[in-house]
Every structure is written in C-alpha cells, then in structure tokens.
C-alpha cells in the first residue's frame, strides 16, 4: 500500500501537504479580533490538545474574554428584549437532556429555531454559546432552544447526532406547548453544531420527519480532510487550530475509520431536498475551506445557498457582536435570512 493510502486508512483523515501549502500563509487578524486574541492569551490559558475533556472543559474560553471586554451598557442590553429565559428538560435520544428556551418579547406563536453549540462535541454548552443564541432570537424574532447534546469521550459518535435529531423532533411535536409554531422551525449551530443543524436535517430528510424551513450554519465542521488549504495556512491559529481538530475527533470517534462516515464528512453526504442553507465562514479559521465546499456542493445539488466568508476574524467570532464589528454584520446577515424563511 503506498504511504499516502496507508496514512488516509489508518487515521481516517488526509493529513499530507498540498501543492499550495508551501506559499500558504495565515491571514493577520483585524483590529477588533486582535484584541480578543490578546485577552484570551492573557487569560492564560492552556492548550486543549494537550488535555483531558474534563481539564479542557475548565478552560478560559472565547465567551470568557468578550464578557471581559464588555462595558455596563453592553452587558445590559444583552439582557433586554426578552418575555422568558428558561432552562429545561427535554428528551434525548437517551434520557433527558437540558434545553435554554429564549423567548424575545411579542405576540405568539414564533417561529423556532433549535440551536446547537460548538465545542468539538467535547467541550463547551449552551452557557458558553449564550451571546450566539440570545442574538439570534432577538435578531430573527424567534424562539431560541438551545441544547445540550451528550458530549464525548462519555459519549462517543454518534451520540450527539442522535440527540440532535431528538431535540428537533420533540421541538417540532411540542412547539405550540411553549409558544412556538410548529410550521415555523429552522436548524442553526456553529462549528461541530454547524455539522449537527446539517445532520439533523438530512435525517429529517430521510425519516420523513418535518422538514426544517432553513438551516444556518456557522463555520461547520464538513470534512475529513486536514490538507485543505485553509488548514494549511491556519494550522496554528487561535483559538482554534489543526491540533485541536484532531484531539476532538479522537475524542468523539470510536475509531478514526468513522471520520469518513458522512455525518463527520458532510462533503459526502446527499443534500437533495434540502431547505434553503445559509453559510457562514471566517478567513482565519481552519475549517473555512470545506465550509466554502460544502455551499458549493449542496448548490450542485439543488439546495439554494446563502455563503458568506469574513475576512479578518477567526473560528468563534459569530458571538462576539459586542466587541467585533464583522460579527454584528454575521448575525444581521445570518437573521435577515433566517426571517425571511420564516
């Protein structure tokens, strides 16, 4: 077996240079971005590759270092616009899981939108993704039900896609119990709950189950490859880098055999009949590549595709509206498409 077979069977990944790796350079992030990357150095925190899920989950985070930058004013006007935020229990594909319901102010019913957070399918929770979920439901004029899937190495893959599906199912079977539309529901998620939101409504797809009215997804995790270019010239980038990438899916995966099932590589998977997509990228992001892949590829198939790369800013910048400019226009952007679907 040559040797660049050998490594592709053996991890489940393509880890071997390209042709453009050689000119491949890192974008520098602009003025605001920069700023965020400075105060999480300064938070001192370590690299999660070289941890356990249950040291990584104790780490500073991005949500740590914009609640840092945020003056009074900004911290308060996070807080308005909303009748109810509550944290509940819902059903998962095993037991219950625990839900953040954000409801904005106005008369019911609302659309729906179901919400998964990043974090690799190891770390992170709907607490450190609150900005993101609190934007969207003021922004999109929906309410916002962000969940917490099982996180792995506890739970190995597929087990967050299961309870992905599950969330969205029980949504759809009881969104008129908590002032939801039930004709009204769309799929978002950022990083791996950008893989999730896509996931689920490819299962929805294929189970017969109804069909979401848009998904949004935010840098999402859609390839197997870590020789695109984007990996390449973002190797190394904060706060999220190819280390990383890797040490999750050794956590989430059973083997590295699994990373080639289409539910980790998007880019093989069948998008007919999916809702209108839109998808968000950042330049100085490792997965910024196959995010610009995977638009391509659903168009090819017939999906209508909103995509929309900014320049300048790093995986995680979607929740930083207080402080970074481009992810005040990220969230006007990804809302404006999501109320139009509704």
Known sequence: MKMTNF????????????????????????KDMKKVLDTMKASGGKPIESLSALEARKQPTPADAIKSMMTEDQAKK?????????????????????????????????????????????IASKDVYDGSARALAIQAKAIVVSVDYRSAPEHKFPAAHEDAFAAYKWVVENAATFGGDPKKIALAGESAGGNLAINTAIKARDTGAAKPVHILAVYPVASSSMATESYEKNKDAKPLNKPMMSWFMKNYLNSMTEAQDPRINLVAASF????????????IDPLQTEGKQL?????KQDVKVNYKNYNGVTHEFFGMAPVVGEAKDAQKFASSELRGAF
């Open 272 to 283: 007919k009949g999916l809702p209108e997509t839109t998808i968000i990228t950042a330049e």
């Open 295 to 299: 638009a391509d590829l659903m168009k």
């Open 78 to 122: 996070a807080q308005e616009g909303f009748a109810k935020i509550e944290d509940k229990k819902i059903p998962g594909a095993v037991g219950e899981m625990s839900a953040r319901f954000y409801t904005p102010e106005g008369k019911g019913p609302m659309p729906v939108i179901v919400y998964y957070h990043g974090g690799g399918w190891v």
């Open 7 to 30: 490594l592709i069977a053996a991890t489940g990944f393509s880890l071997l240079a390209l042709p453009f790796a050689a000119n491949a350079k890192p974008a520098e992030p602009n």
